[in-house]
């Protein structure tokens, strides 16, 4: 049993926190120097303890611990402790103290006697005493710091008159979340003028649903020193240098969502692929600082973004920096979030190929739909749901079997693969975190976006490079699964400018990205021969269906069908609307199909020939 001395006054000791009550218990303590006068002296004879009764403080497993407790038949054994603990400060005004001891998780106190005082914890947590000990204590000790101790213990007469508990305002009520552990709550920089725009202090921001924060008793005693200083919290927020030293003024500590905009600072996961290259470019070139989130991997996957990268040597400063990480891993998530600070996030991350989330269902549903979810509760986590603004990547799989034709936003879902229901979760839970939480979060409803940085595995590339090959002479022909399926092609560069619209737009909502043209595979194939003059005629019907190049004698097969690239549910149509994208957001493509076709074609020669390296 550990014996903390008494204070130097006369006066009640609180210490934040949670469940305590509080029994009295009376022991003799010999050191001299556990006994201290009123005037803070060390008091000359250790009688005087006898002579008075000393109020204790104990955790409630040991309610009957103590000078009752017994180790291996021998009392428990007491151990002093000759000075204040280290994490306790103590400052003086009329007859009371007010000791905070950050991060102990607990509240307590003492009533004061005339005499001297001990704060007594026990070392002793039996479990098998414990729910005996709870029955045992007496119902009047019975009590929290949810609320005031009974009535009884007040009406004692042998207790000080003066008040013992206080409804402290300084001490917010208990906090239910996973964040107010001791790690957490540990003390963070306080100095706001080393703060840097780009970035602030963190700071710690209470959670007012729990309980509201009151810091106007931290400015009342003029002869306190210190800086206002929040002791309980849940989640981080941020400092603003130049909003003084009101912490939470506004409740973000000076920023709003538009200050926090002009720092831009982008976060982009997926940035290694074909759109978050494409928005890196265009955010860099906006003058952004962009933070990017890559997986692992034991062979290079950046080279979407060579060209953007400068080395740390190099006399231009690099704005692009990448994390580790994944969209599996919550604890990395809120990590990146809290470190990077972005004031936009865009969510580009998925398991994206269509016919292998039939495969790996439920990988796909664990990126896709989960992994969003983890994203949106590490923004709000790190205590930027109000300012950090979300994009999150939707599809137009979520139309699947369509209702209507065009599709807009109105337009009921009804995906047909394990992406399309991973993504449609990752879309409402968007929406949710928006209603719920105030979040300016958006989803961006894009159509099938293509351009020379397209992976090889997708229809459209596919296509491209197989067609550059042939004409090449290192191919003979391609395989093809569905033919007939109809898509809304547009060009990937125009439609990361529509996500960024989308996160400057006034408010948060959901948008369609299309073209308003829809064309078959059929005519993807036949248009991207065309680009190098090679003329085809398809011959046959369903599965014997094939194409013939007509520049050669005789006439070579260039194109056939096989069935194992048929999707088990198909999507036979998609046409998008994307008239309040460009009404609303001012949006609107700028590369045609035709132009689309020959980008990608001519690109895929350039690589198939070894002139370029192929990145992709």
Avoid at 220 to 247: D, F, M
Avoid at 465 to 485: F, H, P, S, T
Wanted: hydrophobic fraction near 30%; charge should be negative.
């Amino acid at each position: 049993m550990s014996i903390i001395p008494p204070s130097t006054a006369d006066t009640a000791i609180e210490w934040p926190g949670r469940d305590m009550f509080i029994k009295s218990q009376y022991h003799s303590h010999p050191h001299p120097r556990s006994q201290f006068t009123r005037s803070g002296s060390e008091s000359g004879s250790s009688s005087s303890q006898s002579q008075h009764e000393d109020p204790t403080l104990t955790t409630p497993a040991m309610s009957q611990a103590g000078s009752d407790c017994l180790i291996g038949g021998q009392p428990s054994p007491s151990y002093p402790l000759y000075r204040s603990l280290d994490d306790m400060k103590i400052s003086s005004h009329s007859d009371n103290y007010n000791a905070d001891a950050l991060g102990l998780g607990m509240e307590m106190g003492t009533r004061t006697r005339t005499g001297a005082k001990r704060l007594v914890i026990d070392t002793n947590f039996s479990n098998d005493k414990e729910s005996e000990d709870e029955d045992e204590i007496p119902p009047e000790f019975r009590f929290t710091a949810a609320g005031p101790p009974p009535a009884a213990f007040g009406s004692s007469s042998s207790l000080s008159s003066s008040p013992s508990f206080r409804s402290d305002a300084s001490l917010p009520g208990r906090i239910g979340d996973f964040q107010t552990d001791n790690l957490l709550n540990a003390p963070q920089p306080r100095n706001p003028h080393n703060a840097n725009i780009n970035n602030p202090i963190l700071m710690r921001y209470h959670d007012e649903s729990v309980a509201p924060l009151n810091l106007v008793h931290t400015h009342q005693h003029s002869h306190a020193n210190v800086h206002a200083q929040v002791e309980r919290c849940s989640t981080p927020i941020y400092s603003h240098p130049a909003a003084g030293w009101n912490l939470f003024g506004n409740g973000l500590g000076g920023w709003d969502r538009e200050s926090w905009a002009r720092r831009k600072v982008a976060f982009v996961t997926g940035i290694t692929g074909q759109d978050g290259s494409y928005l890196a470019e265009l955010l860099l070139s906006k003058g952004y600082t962009v933070h990017g989130l890559i997986r692992r991997s034991s062979s290079f996957n950046t080279s979407r973004l060579q060209h953007l990268w400068r080395d740390r040597h190099s006399k231009e400063p690099n704005k692009l920096y990448l994390h580790y990480g994944d969209l599996t891993d919550s604890a990395n998530l809120v990590g990146v979030i809290a470190k990077t600070q972005p004031s936009e996030v865009y969510n580009l991350a998925a398991q994206s190929h269509v016919k292998v989330s039939f495969e790996m269902a439920e990988y796909t549903g664990d990126v896709d739909g989960i992994g969003t979810l983890r994203l949106l509760e590490a923004i709000r986590t790190c205590g930027l749901e109000k300012l950090t603004k979300f994009y999150q990547a939707s599809t137009s799989e979520l139309y699947g079997k369509v209702k209507t034709t065009p599709q807009n936003e109105d337009t009921p879902f009804h995906p047909r693969s394990p992406y399309g229901v991973a993504k449609l979760y990752a879309y409402w839970m968007t929406v949710n975190y928006r209603e719920a939480y105030g979040m300016f979060a958006s989803n961006g409803i894009l159509f099938n976006h293509e351009s020379p940085r397209r992976g090889r595995t997708f229809v459209s590339r596919k296509i491209t490079r197989a067609v550059a090959e042939i004409y090449l002479g290192k191919q003979d022909c391609m395989w093809m699964g569905n033919l007939d399926a109809k898509r809304d092609w547009g060009h990937a560069r125009d439609y990361v400018e529509g996500m960024w619209r989308m996160l400057q737009h006034d408010k948060a909502d959901d948008f369609v990205l299309a073209t308003g043209e829809t064309h078959t595979v059929r005519s993807l194939i036949t248009l991207s021969f065309s680009v190098l003059s090679i003329p085809l005629q398809w011959v046959g019907h369903g599965l014997e269906e094939h194409a013939l190049r007509l520049d050669t004698s005789p006439p070579r097969v260039v194109v056939r069908i096989d069935p194992r690239y048929f999707r088990p549910a198909e999507v036979d149509l998609l046409l998008g609307d994307p008239s309040k994208a460009e009404s609303e957001l001012g949006w609107k493509r700028s590369v045609d199909w035709e132009d689309l076709v020959r980008d990608m074609v001519e690109s895929d020669v350039r690589s198939a020939k070894g002139l370029v390296e192929d990145h992709n």
